[in-house]
């Protein structure tokens, strides 16, 4: 079993430190954005101390750009770019690309629909550093809204039949779409932006 601890930058770098070193017998698969994001610094010094911790950080990189000085000055072990953060498709495989240059591993933050889901299965399939990607089904209707279906099973997405489908290789139910369209007030959770789209699935 892999395991892997999302601290979500919560933590002071003294307390980081002790985290990883509570976690460190543990054989981690990573630990994620253990300390603050601001800077590297505080993260970079974490994972000079603990080399054998893969650290991962990346969902509030948007491009490539920002992830420069993690990659440069080696300050992580896993990137967790994310696909609807960063623009799609193109931007992620040129992070991919370039994490790959350093020996850095891609393990995409995902948590929304089947839409994200399959672009991200996608990048995976076609990258050497890929690693593993992040999928919570919690929404309710994640079933529900798919007409053609990611093919996931058992933590397992069949690219072979994915791969064969035309563009990303599902379907949505746009009726279901329609009927679960509701207002939600700035700052509240939901799916539904201004203009009406719904961008997280």
Not at 14 to 40: C, K, Q, S, W
Not at 120 to 149: G, M, R, Y
Request: proline share 8%.
């Amino acid at each position: 079993v892999a395991l892997m601890c999302d601290a979500a930058g919560m933590f002071t770098p003294t307390e980081a430190y002790r985290l990883i070193e509570a976690l460190r017998p543990l054989g981690m698969h990573f630990v994620e954005e253990p300390t603050n994001m601001d800077t590297v610094e505080p993260t970079l010094r974490l994972k000079r101390d603990f080399p054998d911790v893969p650290i991962a950080v990346g969902e509030r990189l948007i491009t490539r750009w920002d992830c420069r000085p993690w990659f440069e000055q080696q300050a992580i072990d896993v990137c967790q770019a994310d696909i609807s953060h960063t623009g799609g498709i193109s931007e992620l495989m040129k992070i991919a690309h370039f994490a790959e240059v350093y020996g850095i591993r891609l393990a995409p933050h995902n948590p929304y629909g089947p839409v994200a889901l399959a672009a991200v299965a996608h990048v995976a399939a076609s990258i050497q550093n890929f690693d593993i990607v992040e999928h919570c089904p919690i929404q309710p209707w994640f079933d529900d809204v798919q007409t053609l279906k990611v093919p996931l099973e058992a933590g397992y997405i069949d690219m072979d039949e994915l791969g064969t489908r035309p563009g990303l290789g599902v379907e949505l139910d746009m009726d279901f779409v329609r009927s679960r369209n509701q207002h939600v007030p700035a700052g509240g959770q939901g799916y539904e932006q201004a203009d009406g789209s719904l961008p997280l699935i």
